[in-house]
């Protein structure tokens, strides 16, 4: 099956710094690639994803690309807000396991202002 | 459009008892998947259910089961509740089968504590 490796935190910055969350994965042939954010109380919500190889998924100034050849997508964003404070998960999607989404532990990041 | 539904949000039962978790998806959403998050192991898939069948189980004991209705509604249950199932139960719906491509929408959860 599907398995990830993320940073687990906590993360914290201060306001308006720059992001980067690693994400690495192993997964059977070449799954599509999500980031989901889960705020407190919450559940996980889609933050952004990426169907194949060199694609780009952003959002909310947040971006990933789908690096096929280092098995990463990788988190990022360049000036981060108080209201960003929350956990991250990657997860590989589906792929030739059928086994569902995967996620990481998850990174709890803290934005202070 | 209505969000995921799960009920109750928040549920105390102990060792021994079983517990039912509901999900009502969004409107129009065939796919349900359930999983567990816990503080130690992250989020784990116990299942997932389209169109009424079971299309996937993760690595849970058999105390671990669900079903799914005509109407997309799912529900899960574990029996002989043991303390080390406390966690949130999440549940996620989409619109197909499967989460190649699909966006997955996730309910808020039910905090299940086991005394």
């Known amino acids: 099956g599907n398995s990830v490796t993320q940073m687990e935190g906590p993360v914290t910055l201060s306001e308006e710094a720059f992001l980067t969350i690693n994400c690495t994965y192993t997964?059977?042939?070449?799954?599509?690639l999500f980031w989901y954010v889960q705020y407190p109380g919450e559940g996980l919500q889609l933050l952004l994803k990426?169907?194949?190889?060199?694609d780009k998924g952003s959002n909310k100034g947040f971006e990933a690309t789908y690096r096929k050849e280092t098995t990463s997508f990788h988190l990022e964003k360049g000036s981060v807000q108080v209201s960003d404070s929350a956990v991250y998960f990657c997860?590989?999607?589906?792929?030739?396991?059928?086994?569902?989404?995967?996620f990481g532990k998850g990174t709890h990041l803290i934005i202070q202002p | 459009k209505a969000g995921v539904t799960q009920t109750p949000r928040y549920l105390i039962k102990t060792r021994g008892q079983q517990v039912t978790l509901s999900c009502s998806p969004i409107s129009g959403h065939r796919s349900v998947s359930w999983y567990q998050q816990t503080p130690g192991q992250g989020l784990q898939f116990l299942f997932e259910?389209?169109?009424?069948?079971?299309?996937n189980k993760g690595n849970f004991p058999g105390r671990f089961s669900g079903r799914q209705f005509s109407n997309s509604r799912s529900e899960m249950n574990v029996s002989t509740l043991e303390l080390g199932d406390s966690a949130l139960y999440l549940c996620?719906?989409?619109?197909?089968?499967?989460?190649?491509?699909?966006?997955?929408?996730f309910g808020q959860g039910t905090r299940l504590t086991v005394v």
């Open positions: 997860a590989p999607g589906e792929g030739g396991g059928a086994d569902g989404l995967t």
């Open positions: 990426a169907t194949k190889a060199d």
């Open positions: 259910y389209f169109s009424e069948t079971q299309r």
């Open positions: 996620a719906s989409s619109l197909g089968a499967g989460l190649v491509n699909t966006e997955a929408f």
């Open positions: 997964a059977t042939g070449y799954p599509s």
